[in-house]
């Protein structure tokens, strides 16, 4: 019987369990990575959806804030003419109410902020 032989097919047959071994060592890591990767694409996804509402939404804030501070100013203005002009055309109850208005709008826009 030839030995050398046969000990040079059992060193290639551990070899290339070895190898087998490791190659579906390293699939199972591939696919592990890639069911990750998979999950972390999704992920990325839905943030940036979350974000482009938010940024969205950001922007209608903007928007009614600046209105809001439009309408304020065009409030204090009015306000301020008819406390310099001296004539009393609102009476105690509409400039109770006018400034009730101020106090709700300036309450709106601390809210928000």
């Known amino acids: 019987m030839d030995y050398q ?15 087998e ?5 390293l699939w199972e890591k591939i696919r592990k990575a890639s069911e990750i990767i998979f999950v972390v694409k999704e992920e990325n996804q839905v943030l940036k959806s979350e974000n482009q509402d938010l940024k969205q939404k950001y922007e209608e804030v903007k928007m009614v804030l600046a209105s809001r501070e439009q309408e304020i100013a065009q409030l204090r203005a009015e306000f ?7 004539d009393n055309s609102f009476s105690p109850q509409e400039k109770e109410v006018l400034k009730k208005r101020i106090s709700e ?4 826009i601390n809210s928000h902020i």
């Open 5 to 19: 032989h046969l000990s040079t097919n059992i060193k290639d047959s551990i070899e290339g369990k070895d190898i």
């Open 21 to 25: 071994v490791e190659i579906k060592s």
């Open 80 to 86: 301020a003419r008819i406390a310099s002009s001296g």
């Open 105 to 108: 709008l300036i309450a709106k």
